[in-house]
C-alpha cells in the first residue's frame, strides 16, 4: 500500500504540475462555510468545471466538460470510452473555487459502479499553489463499491490507505459522507455513523486549506491491481446530491440537516 500511496502522490503531482488551468481557482481567502444542495441549481461562480487533458504516469482519462450533467437535483460525472488527446477515456470533475480548512466535510452521493473506475470526493492542495501536497481522500473504487477508500497526504506524506467496510453498496443507492478535519486528527463517517478516526500520533495530518473536488477517472495498467481493469460500462456515472462544508467553531446549516437515510 505504501508503494501504491507514492504512485497516487507522484500521479497527482505530474497532472497537476504539467497543467496551469489549475490555477483559475480562485482566491485563497474564501475558506467559508457553505451547504450546497444541486436541487437548487449547479452555478459556475461556485464551481469550476476541469477541462483540458493531461499526461500522466497514473491517469488514462482526460477531463471533458460535457461529461459533468446537471439534472436536478443532481449533478453526476460521466466516464466513457471517448479518447481525448492522448488519453483513451474522457472523465470528468469539478472543483468548488475557494480553499477550505480544517471543519467538516459532507456530500450525499452515488458511487460509479464498475471494475476500474474510480469516483471521489476531497480536498486538495500542492506545490502549484506555494503549498506542500496535502490531501484527504473519500474514493470508490468500482472493483469494490461495498468500501471506501480513504487516505490523509500531509508534505507529501502518507501512511497509506485506509479501507471503510461499508453495510451496503455505495454503487446501488444515494448516502452521506463525510470527514471531520481538525488540526490534530481526520474522522469519516457513513450516514452519521462515526467509521473510522486516524490521529497525528499515528501518521501526519494535513495543516494547509485546499480545494474541494469530485471527479471520475481511470488509471494505468499499474492502477489495475487497486482498482481493476477497466470493465465498466461506457457512460458510467457518480452522482451527487449535496455538498457542505462547516469550517471549525461554526455552526452552520450541513447536507446532514435535509438527508433523510
Known amino acids: 500500500m505504501v508503494v501504491l500511496a507514492l504512485l497516487i502522490a507522484v500521479g497527482v503531482a505530474a497532472y497537476i504540475w504539467t497543467h496551469p488551468t489549475y490555477k483559475i481557482v480562485p482566491d485563497r481567502g474564501d475558506g467559508k462555510s457553505f451547504n450546497l444542495s444541486f436541487s437548487d441549481g449547479f452555478d459556475e461562480t461556485d464551481w469550476y468545471i476541469s477541462d483540458f487533458t493531461f499526461r500522466s504516469l497514473f491517469y ?37 473555487r475557494g480553499y477550505y480548512g480544517f ?43 461495498r468500501q471506501i477508500h480513504a487516505n490523509v497526504f500531509a508534505d507529501g506524506k502518507t501512511n497509506g490507505s485506509i479501507y471503510i467496510d461499508l453495510p451496503f453498496d455505495a454503487a446501488e443507492g444515494v448516502h ?9 486528527s481526520v474522522t469519516w463517517f457513513v450516514d452519521g455513523v462515526l467509521k473510522k478516526v486516524v490521529t497525528s500520533a499515528e501518521r501526519p495530518i494535513p495543516q494547509n486549506p ?6 471520475i477517472w481511470t488509471g494505468t495498467q499499474d492502477q489495475y491491481a487497486w482498482h481493476g481493469t477497466p470493465k465498466f460500462e461506457d457512460g458510467t456515472r457518480a ?15 450541513q447536507c446532514s440537516d435535509d438527508y433523510i437515510h
Open 210 to 215: 485546499g480545494r474541494i473536488m469530485m471527479n
Open 103 to 145: 471543519g467538516r466535510y459532507e456530500v450525499v452521493m452515488q458511487a460509479a459502479p464498475g471494475s476500474g473506475v474510480v469516483s471521489s470526493f476531497f480536498t486538495h492542495t500542492d506545490a502549484t499553489f506555494g503549498d506542500p501536497h496535502d490531501e484527504i481522500d473519500i474514493e470508490f473504487l468500482g472493483n469494490n463499491t
Open 60 to 96: 488514462r482519462a482526460g477531463w471533458v466538460a460535457e461529461n459533468v450533467h446537471f439534472e436536478p437535483p443532481s449533478i453526476s460525472l460521466e466516464i466513457n470510452r471517448k479518447p481525448v488527446d492522448h488519453q483513451p477515456y474522457s472523465g470528468a470533475e469539478v472543483q468548488k
Open 239 to 253: 452522482t451527487y446530491y449535496c455538498v457542505s462544508f462547516r469550517a471549525l467553531h461554526d455552526d452552520t446549516s
Open 176 to 184: 452521506l459522507y463525510a470527514f471531520d478535519w481538525q488540526p490534530d
